[in-house]
């Protein structure tokens, strides 16, 4: 993008980095929690220039990196001086997605596809299992992939359809791995491999996961239609099957809840409680105790979204009332209880309770403290509550540190 000319507001930055991204004022606007109307404002300035925290917000959804591009400012603001660095081990990672076989290689000692699946099922253990969850998968994903590329491209496997679905769930844990860290090309070859190996596999519980890991990538980039018409599309795939087993009832009613939520943040309400319903209603068929490691699909996975869809159409009463009917020690996955937390804390954001707000994201970080660090929502609630009452600020400082961003 060339550079603006130095006499453009704040607001008129926004704007012109925005439309040159292809993101309408209403996606921007959702991002961030705010009406359509209120990003107008902004960008005409008739209100008065966003503070810090939420142009940090802004210039992180509009990939700018540094924030002068917003301010104008001569002197340069690296947005890595309030953003979490990449997990330490993130190169390795990269490499062995990028090295791995595309299939092309032969030869050699036919891979054990069972070993394969073990790996893959302590890989989703781990992730589940542990606070610092990036860290453990960082040990074990490269000797994961490796393996999983080799088998799903080895011409005598007997079970060539097995070794692509193993490969391509062991992209989708890469992409737990990956996410949140800033390396966008790396998600997207990741994300885009994971969905065409499993549609290789012919195994719609594989296609069904890699498509909820897309929609969920394609939704975060701000890419609410693309986002919408790949779930609409799964869920045709799966609803001919749903009935065939557990795993595939999960896999539906996983993709109900995504659509549910792209439906939310678009501030179609009445669509997005819909979907909610029909999750909610193929979920309690699933067996007592069922939980989906890759996708979280449970019976208690109707309160979590529920939270987050009643979060993203900004009604808090309702998302603190769903709340109340799970606690968070019944979530089984750390990593999910500490972003269900997140989102309890969001709503507490909302109505205002900046000390009810710290103490969700308290109890966030000491259940996983690398979702906290590497989760964006939970930045924009640090930074607001660095800025917010002299009471919650000391806290706020110590969240910051777990978060990895400039106090």
Do not use: C
Request: no cysteine; glycine share 8%; net charge positive.
């Amino acid at each position: 993008m060339t550079a603006l000319p130095a006499d453009l507001t704040i607001g008129q930055r926004i704007k012109r980095i925005r439309e040159a991204r292809g993101i309408t004022r209403k996606v921007l606007a959702g991002l961030l929690g705010r009406s359509e109307g209120w990003l107008k404002a902004v960008e005409k300035g008739r209100l008065q220039p966003p503070r810090l925290p939420m142009l940090v917000r802004i210039a992180e959804l509009l990939q700018v990196t540094d924030l002068s591009e917003l301010t104008g400012s001569a002197v340069s603001i690296p947005l890595a001086l309030f953003s979490a660095e990449a997990h330490p081990a993130l190169a390795v990672v990269r490499r062995a997605v990028d090295s791995a076989s595309l299939g092309l290689a032969g030869g050699g000692r036919v891979p054990d596809l069972d070993h394969v699946a073990a790996a893959l099922a302590a890989g989703w253990a781990a992730r589940a299992n542990r606070g610092d969850h990036r860290t453990a998968l960082a040990e074990l994903l490269p000797g994961l992939v490796t393996s999983a590329a080799a088998a799903a491209g080895h011409p005598e496997v007997a079970d060539q359809r097995r070794a692509a679905a193993l490969y391509a769930g062991a992209l989708n844990l890469v992409q737990m791995y990956v996410s949140y860290q800033g390396d966008g090309h790396l998600l997207w070859r990741t994300t885009e491999r994971a969905l065409a190996t499993a549609r290789a596999s012919g195994s719609a519980a594989a296609v069904g996961q890699a498509a909820w890991f897309t929609v969920e990538a394609l939704r975060a980039g701000g890419q609410w239609e693309s986002a919408q018409l790949l779930g609409e599309e799964a869920l045709r795939l799966l609803t001919p099957v749903r009935q065939d087993s557990p795993e595939l009832a999960a896999a539906w009613a996983a993709m109900a809840w995504q659509v549910a939520t792209t439906h939310a943040r678009a501030g179609e309400g009445g669509n997005a409680w819909h979907w909610v319903d029909r999750a909610e209603a193929v979920a309690r068929t699933l067996p007592d105790g069922w939980w989906s490691a890759p996708t979280s699909a449970s019976a208690a996975a109707s309160v979590m979204h529920a939270v987050t869809v009643a979060v993203e159409l900004r009604q808090p009463a309702t998302a603190l009332n769903w709340a109340s009917r799970l606690a968070p020690s019944a979530i089984p996955s750390r990593p999910r209880r500490a972003r269900h937390l997140i989102e309890v804390a969001r709503a507490h954001q909302l109505q205002r309770q900046p000390e009810r707000t710290v103490e969700a994201l308290t109890e966030a970080a000491a259940t996983a403290a690398e979702t906290v660090r590497w989760n964006g929502e939970a930045h924009g609630l640090v930074r607001e509550l660095l800025d917010g009452p002299a009471s919650v600020r000391p806290a706020a400082r110590q969240l910051a540190e777990v978060a990895g961003i400039a106090a």
